[in-house]
Nanobody, 120 residues
Framework: QVQLVESGGGLVQPGGSLRLSCAAS????????MGWYRQAPGKQRELVGT???????KYADAVKGRFTISRDNAKNTVYLQMNSLKPEDTAAYYC??????????????WGQGTQVTVSS
């Protein structure tokens, strides 16, 4: 059974930082690219960034230069380091594996997400 457990969210002031974690289980973690997504109230879920099995990363323009994705295959965990946070980064953040060769989420079942609120 696939499980994706996100953690590390919270309330932070603009300009602050947070590090999110996503612990994965139930599938062979190290053969899949992973993605971080976010969903703000009233908006569709959007892809924030991706990391391949070779640790190549790509980011949405809105977060480029501020967010960094990394992975630890020994711990089956993917991380999202978020710096210089802005109020518009407020959202629930999720992770998922990616379909081979694409940027679509692999699993239809999502974790509970972790809420990030950027506010003064």
């Amino acid at each position: 059974q696939v499980q994706l457990v996100e953690s590390g969210g919270g309330l932070v002031q603009p300009g602050g930082s947070l590090r999110l974690s996503c612990a994965a289980s139930g599938f062979i973690f190290n053969i899949y690219a992973m993605g971080w997504y976010r969903q703000a109230p009233g908006k569709q879920r959007e892809l924030v960034g991706t990391i391949t099995i070779r640790r190549s990363t790509k980011y949405a323009d809105a977060v480029k230069g501020r967010f960094t994705i990394s992975r630890d295959n020994a711990k089956n965990t993917v991380y999202l380091q978020m710096n210089s946070l802005k109020p518009e980064d407020t959202a629930a953040y999720y992770c998922n594996a990616l379909t081979p060769g694409g940027n679509s989420s692999l699993f239809s079942s999502w974790g509970q997400g972790t809420q990030v609120t950027v506010s003064s």
